[in-house]
């Protein structure tokens, strides 16, 4: 089936491990071009899964959209042009340059000097230049994670999949993350949906955001909208408040968990 609608439009998706299923039937949208949205839920929520139902992995049934096109009924290799996801965990590096490695996420896409070219600057972007010479075996966590997210960006894929990819990066890292996502929206038009556990960040980066729980959309909406003391007792079951700081920036003051 098709449709007119322009954007990211997710129809009644469903995703199961063997007969466990995990979303049910998961509506949203049409995204428009250019937009950020980030995923909130707790964990085991369902946010990993849903990802990879819309990247097309695993078992999945329902209706992903892109300008209209399901994208199920293209070939891998066009629907890898599109949707780019980046998973929660990378897997153990090889003994390759980080440069190397960015360069081959985009062998196929581009030639060799393009692809050094978009490599460095991807790195540049994330302030990630001082690892490309690194090997990619040798680098840490959080290292590793930004290497992932320039083979992700370097792609220039219109719909950006980032599994919670702040979650290693110290403080500094993470803004220039959440700037970079900000910058492809805006200059390049890519839809970027991030799952993150940084309600803050959530709330500075995101135009909107999501909300997951037990494998079903419970809100979605302007920050400012969705992001409210009641949200964070049955979402996240924590006694918080939601106040704007001297900066006029909304931040969340966490005063306890609740009995659940
Ligand atoms: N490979 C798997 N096989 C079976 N169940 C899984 C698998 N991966 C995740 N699950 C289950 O699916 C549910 C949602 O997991 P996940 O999508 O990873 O949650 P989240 O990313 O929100 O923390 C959990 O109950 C988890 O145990
Ligand atoms: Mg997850």
Redesign the pocket.
């Given at each position: 089936m098709t449709s007119e609608v322009n954007g990211l439009l997710i129809r009644k998706l469903a995703v199961a491990?063997g007969r466990?299923k995990?979303v049910r039937s998961f509506s949203l949208g049409p995204v428009p071009r250019g937009a950020v949205l980030a995923l909130l839920?707790p964990?085991?929520?369902?946010?990993?899964?849903?990802l990879r139902g819309i990247a097309g992995l695993g078992s999945a049934s329902g209706e992903v959209l892109f300008d209209g096109i399901d994208l199920a009924r293209l070939s891998r290799v066009e629907r890898a042009k599109k949707i780019v996801y980046m998973p929660?965990s990378q897997p153990p590096g090889i003994a390759l340059p980080v440069i190397e490695a960015v360069m081959s996420a985009c062998s196929g896409l581009m030639g060799r000097e393009a692809a050094m070219r978009q490599g460095y600057d991807a790195l540049a972007q994330l302030g990630a230049s001082d690892l490309s010479m690194q090997l990619l075996s040798e680098l840490s966590g959080g290292q590793r994670q930004m290497v992932a997210l320039a083979q992700a960006i370097v792609r220039r894929p219109d719909v950006l999949l980032l599994d919670e990819p702040t979650s290693a990066l110290d403080l500094r890292h993470q803004i220039r993350v959440m700037e970079c996502a900000t910058v492809l929206a805006r200059e390049q038009g890519t839809i970027v949906l991030a799952?993150l556990h940084d309600v803050p960040l959530a709330l500075r980066y995101a135009d909107t955001v999501a909300v997951?729980k037990g494998g079903d959309l419970m809100a979605h909406g302007e920050p400012e909208m969705i992001v409210t003391p009641q949200m964070l007792a049955d979402i996240y079951g924590i006694e918080a408040r939601v106040e704007r700081c001297s900066h006029g920036r909304i931040q969340i003051m966490v005063d306890g968990t609740l009995a659940q």
């Open positions: 491990y466990k995990v839920g964990n085991a929520a369902g946010k990993s899964t849903l929660q799952v997951l």
